[in-house]
């Protein structure tokens, strides 16, 4: 068994796909014709989050819920670009280190109520 994909329902449907396809790297690819609005976004040809537009900031789903999702960042440059576009787009957003310094974490918050996290080796505890 393997994750398939992760749904985000937000109303901010147009900022999350740009901070999924600009920061994250995404692209939007094909999504069924489903009755309500939404996009699938894709990493090597596979959609991995679905977002679907909701009316407002309550979830549909009141007794449960995934805290947020992350994406693992494979190298140095990647992290250091990814903080860049960060910054550039004034995204709120913090950094910390595991407990035993080996990853580094990074939080975005890109819209109300969604949190998506980047991981990545601390190569300065190498």
């Not at 900022?15 to 995404?26: E, K």
């Not at 992350?70 to 550039?88: C, M, P, Y």
């Not at 910390?96 to 890109?110: H, M, R, V």
């Amino acid at each position: 068994m393997k994750l398939d994909h992760a749904t985000i329902a937000t109303p901010h449907l147009d900022t999350m796909r740009d901070f999924l396809c600009n920061i994250a790297g995404l692209t939007i690819g094909p999504r069924p014709a489903f009755s309500f609005d939404g996009l699938w976004l894709y990493h090597d040809d596979k959609a991995v989050i679905h977002l679907i537009k909701t009316r407002t900031e309550v979830s549909p789903v009141k007794s449960s819920r995934i805290d947020h999702i992350a994406f693992r960042v494979e190298s140095a440059a990647q992290w250091d670009a990814l903080i860049v576009k960060l910054a550039d787009s004034g995204i709120e957003h913090r950094t910390t280190a595991l407990p035993d310094n080996s990853e580094l974490q990074l939080f975005a918050i890109p819209v109300p109520g969604v949190v998506i996290e980047f991981v990545t080796v601390n190569t300065a505890s190498a």
